[in-house]
Structures are given as structure tokens and as C-alpha cells.
């Protein structure tokens, strides 16, 4: 139950600190089972809603909506099982091999968040509290955490069992942990992505391609939009890429001259880079999604690895709360760590796939013809589609 203790002192059972994808599913799953949670977040809410990112929920997590059920009222309808990965203009269609049971669904990011905050807050009178600031962890040995912070009205204080950090990684959940209880395990690719949403549909199916100028990727996001990947130097900026530049660029890149000029939306630059953080965990403080682990988007796994967290420490929660048996919830990293890394793998290999096929200035035409027969190989060995096919749903 919650608790006002005083005017600025309430009690909780979790404290989530951010209400990005994590925080929000955590909060609707935690809230449905009757455990109270106070979200916290920094940014106002039609911000949140605003920010568009990834665009498919795998079938592992859909699993999870499904079990919850709230998989109808949370996401939309199927999402493409092919992808066309081209070479310098030529394209092979890949289909992904269906499995029994739930198929992944096609589901903004922007929309799935705004779908759990109407569920949260407008159906479930959940408690998502907007516009905080100064949030800081107290997270001491034997004694009951608590979370401070502050907004328009003054300091507060939530004194609690459970801190979830969903707050990405510029967050404060990490860095509150002491030096030396956690090591970050990091790899550089060496090159960044243009990201660019753009007012056009992907036409057929999804791209990913390879050319000798660069990869470019172009995934749907919505019936109107999709968003382009364009391969770039690390040092560039959004600015450097003018609306032309980038239509000049995908024309060449997928050999097309007959595509067009379209609206950009926004375009901002990505570093690509691997990071997981190890343990995941700290006394009484859990972190989740990107707090713990970055994968680059060419793997398109980002919001499903942190889905995949909320899974495991929303089922360790109840148990601790409902049956007293804390035993899931000392374990979480070690149960959650597993898939990460396994994650992690295909991320690397499908980044290295896509980018060292391509422009062998980038690591030499060794590297090259590798990852071309890695490509060939999918198209060639049954065990490789298949393998590929699993990784690309989920259900690895
Ligand atoms: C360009 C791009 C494309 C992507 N494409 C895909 C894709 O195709 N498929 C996929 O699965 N993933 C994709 N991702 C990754 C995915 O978006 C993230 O992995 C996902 O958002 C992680 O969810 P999260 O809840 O951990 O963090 P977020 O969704 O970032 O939420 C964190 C929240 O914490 C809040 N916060 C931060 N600091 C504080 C603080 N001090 N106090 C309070 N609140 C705070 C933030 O404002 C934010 O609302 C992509 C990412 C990018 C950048």
C-alpha cells in the first residue's frame, strides 16, 4: 500500500526511476498485480510520447504482453518475416522461418509507450510522476532504500523496498552504485549511424543493404514513415547532412536513381557500440534496459533485451512481495546476463556482417569477403537461416 508518512515522506514498495519502456512496463505489470510503484521521471509526458525509436516487439516479448494480457491492448498487428539485404544494388529476399506460437508484432516504440501510459495512468490510476529533477538514490547496507527527489512544489522523500533504475544510460541508477562493484564490458564498432525518419513507406520489405559507399538500412515506422540508417564517420554531426545529402546517399547506396526527395522528421547521429554492465544489480537496486546494456540497432534488439529484463524482474518482485522467497531476485543478473551476452553476439555479428561487406576502407578486403560469405551462407545453409530466423524473432 502507499503511504504518505508526511507532507514530503511517502512509502512504496518500488521506486522506478525513469518512464521509458522499461519503467513503464515494469510500473503496468507491477500495478496489475496490486505491488505499488511510484515512477519517476525527468522529462515532461507528451515528451515521452514524442520519441520514436524502435519498431518491432519479438516474439519473446510478446510472449510476456500475452501472459500479462495485455498484448491486444499494447501492440499492433503482425510485423514484415522477410528482409531484403542487398549487395551494391542487388537484392535477396530473407525469409524469417515461422515458429509455433506468438509471432513478433510491429509496434512503434512511440506508440507502445504511449499505449502503457494510457493503460497506466488513464485505466489504472498508476502513480507516474512528470518534470522531477535532483533524483537521488540511498541505497545502504540493512537499511530501507530511498529515493529523494525534487519538482515544482518543493523536495520529496519515497522511502521503499525495490529501486528499479529504468534510466537508460545517462542515468543517474548506475552511477549511484559505488565504484568497483560493477565492470563495464564495451566494444567499439568505429563508425556511427545517421539516423533519419523520413515521411515515405518502405516499399516491398525492409532493407538492409550493402554497398561499397557505406550500409544503409530502411525499416518501416508506420504506414507513412520508415527511418534510414546511413553508415557514417564517428565524427559527423546531424548538421553535416543536409535533406539532399542523405536522399544523394540512398540513391547511391541502393544503386536506385528513381527514389525521392521525401520530408525528414528528424535525423540525429548514433555511435555504434556494445556495453553491458555486470552485475546488474546492487543491494536493493536493480538496473534494467539500457541502464545495464547497449546493443547497436543493427540488430533492432535494444527495447526487446530491456523488455526482456522487466520480465525477469517483474516475476522475481512478486514472488519477494506475494510468496517472500527473495531467491529470484538475488539471482536476477545472473538469470538475465545469459541472454544479454547471447544478444549481444548477433548484434555483433550482424553489425560486422552489414559494415565489413561493404566499404573495405573500413577493415580491409579480408573482412570484406568474410562477411560476404557470412551473407551468402544465409542464403545458402539451412542451419544458418535457421539460426538467423530465431535471433531475428526472439526466440533464441
Ligand atoms: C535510433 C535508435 C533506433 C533504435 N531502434 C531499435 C529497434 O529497432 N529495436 C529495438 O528493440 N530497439 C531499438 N533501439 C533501442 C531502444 O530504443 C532502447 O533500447 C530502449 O528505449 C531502452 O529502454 P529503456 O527503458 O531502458 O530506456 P528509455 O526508453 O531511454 O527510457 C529511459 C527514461 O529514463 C528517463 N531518465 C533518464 N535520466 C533520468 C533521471 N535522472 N531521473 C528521472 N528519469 C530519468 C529518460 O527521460 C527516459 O524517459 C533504438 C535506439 C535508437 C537510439
Partial sequence: MKTVKNNNTEETIVAIIGAGISGLTLATFLQKAGITCIVLERRNRSYIEMRQR????????????????????????PVATTIDYRLNGKGRIFKIAEDVGSSSRFCTQQMLVGNLMRE?????????RFDVSDVVIYNEEGGCPKVTYSDANGSHELVCCYIAGCDADRGISRTSIPEGVITRYTHEFGYAWLAALVEAP???????????????AQLPRGPHRSRYYLQCPLGDNASDWTND??????????????IQNAVVHDKFIVPLRSVVYAPMQYRNLFL???????????????????????DILSQAILKAVQDKDTSALENYSE?????????????????????????????????????RARLDNLFNSETAAHLHSEYQRGTN
Fill in 245 to 258: 545529402r542523405i536522399w544523394n546517399e540512398i540513391r547511391l547506396r541502393l544503386n536506385d536513381e528513381t
Fill in 335 to 371: 538469470i538475465v546476463l545469459p541472454h544479454i551476452w547471447n544478444y549481444q553476439d548477433f548484434a555483433v555479428w550482424m553489425t560486422d556482417m552489414m559494415h565489413d561487406a561493404g566499404d573495405p576502407t573500413q577493415n580491409g578486403t579480408f573482412r570484406q569477403q568474410i562477411a
Fill in 202 to 216: 518502405v516499399i516491398g520489405d525492409p532493407i538492409m543493404a550493402i554497398s561499397d559507399h557505406g550500409c544503409v
Fill in 288 to 310: 534494467v534496459g539500457d541502464a545495464a546494456h547497449l546493443v547497436p540497432p543493427t540488430s533492432a534488439k535494444g527495447m526487446n533485451l530491456a523488455l526482456y529484463d522487466v
Fill in 120 to 128: 497506466l495512468i488513464d485505466n489504472m490510476a498508476g502513480d507516474v
Fill in 54 to 77: 524502435a519498431g518491432v516487439v519479438d516474439a519473446r516479448a510478446v510472449r510476456m504482453f500475452e501472459r500479462w494480457d495485455l498484448a491486444d491492448k499494447l501492440l499492433a498487428g
